[in-house]
T-cell receptor, first 111, second 116 residues
């Protein structure tokens, strides 16, 4: 069975304290992996798409990386406005856009 | 990206009634999707809606409970029928511009439904 597991479930950081969020997957054919940010009461906001192992994408303080079994979202010197839930989603093989989401990591950055 | 709106943003409904949720996009898109997000759980795909064809439902979701319309390339509706408290959830619409299987999905703001 295809599974997407995100860890930790919750993370509390001091402002400026860098860390990484993990997304591990056991799927039978990965076509792509997405990272989204979700603020309370809002829909997920697209951050990155990664398609192949070794690929990296960056946006401001965020950097996403992908291996054959997992992806990391690195947050460098976070600010309070980075507080949100970060969702990982995998796009499975099969010819249509079936995306499987993890539960997410709730990040809180304290001033 | 695309600008996506949903109506209503939230609603409180009585058991046994039905609610229709609207999803409007500011430009034409090929694919539209409906998801459910229950507290403490991951987003779950309900169905894929393509214009001119029947919606494709995921395992555990049926058309009688969640009828979907897709009359054009910018609009879709999801109806939650004969509601029970277990249907209380956030319902999200997402879109992708093309039918390419690796295309990014963009999400609307969601509809928060509470069933009493």
């Amino acid at each position: 069975e295809d599974q997407v597991t995100q860890s930790p479930e919750a993370l509390r950081l001091q402002e400026g304290e860098s860390s990484s969020l993990n997304c591990s997957y056991t799927v039978s054919g990965l076509r792509g992996l997405f990272w989204y940010r979700q603020d309370p009461g809002k829909g997920p906001e697209f951050l990155f798409t990664l398609y192949s192992a070794g690929e990296e994408k960056e946006k401001e303080r965020l950097k996403a990386t992908l291996t054959k079994k997992e992806s990391f979202l690195h947050i460098t010197a976070p600010k309070p406005e980075d507080s949100a839930t970060y969702l990982c989603a995998v796009l499975l093989s099969g010819g249509y856009q079936k995306v499987t989401f993890g539960i997410g990591t709730k990040l809180q950055v304290i001033p | 990206s695309a600008v996506i709106s949903q109506k209503p943003s939230r609603d409180i409904c009585q058991r046994g009634t039905s609610l229709t949720i609207q999803c409007q996009v500011d430009s034409q898109v090929t694919m539209m999707f409906w998801y459910r997000q229950q507290p403490g759980q991951s987003l779950t795909l309900i169905a894929t809606a393509n214009q001119g064809s029947e919606a494709t439902y995921e395992s555990g979701f049926v058309i009688d409970k969640f009828p979907i319309s897709r009359p054009n390339l910018t609009f879709s509706t999801l109806t939650v029928s004969n509601m029970s408290p277990e249907d209380s959830s956030i319902y999200l619409c997402s879109v992708s511009r093309t039918a390419t299987s690796t295309d990014t999905q963009y999400f609307g703001p969601g509809t928060r439904l509470t069933v009493l």
